[in-house]
């Protein structure tokens, strides 16, 4: 079966960065988009970040465009989310996904995905 492990956050002040991993196990990743997403309390969860090595295309959302890289790493079976110049705004709980099919994880707010990590929790300080 798939399974999803997320590490990497903490608390951090504002600019600075952190980086998460997403260790996979039980599936491919050439069968898999992977995404990112996170969820602050009293607001809905929202994409962040996905790869699809089907088609090899990544995707970011405006909010994080130009701060927050995806990358994975093959022979580790991990994918990683370098956030950098971190806001406020960035605090949430933030989850990696798993699917094959590429529109549950790159669009929308994650709905019917059929793998999730547990999550972990990023805190950015003013």
């Known amino acids: 079966e798939a399974q999803l492990v997320e590490s990497g956050g903490g608390l951090v002040q504002a600019g600075g960065s952190l980086r998460l991993s997403c260790a996979a196990s039980?599936?491919?990743?050439?069968?898999?988009?992977i995404g990112w997403f996170r969820q602050a309390p009293g607001k809905e969860r929202e994409g962040v970040s996905c790869?699809?090595?089907?088609?090899?295309?990544?995707y970011y959302a405006d909010s994080v465009k130009g701060r927050f890289t995806a990358s994975s790493d093959s022979a580790k079976n991990t994918v990683y989310l370098q956030m950098n110049s971190l806001k406020p705004d960035d605090t949430a709980v933030y989850y990696c996904a798993a699917d094959t099919q590429k529109a549950r994880v790159c669009y929308g707010s994650g709905f019917m995905i059929d793998y999730w990590g547990q999550g972990t929790q990023v805190t950015v300080s003013s």
């Open positions: 790869i699809s090595y089907s088609d090899r295309t990544t």
């Open positions: 039980g599936f491919t990743f050439d069968d898999y988009t």
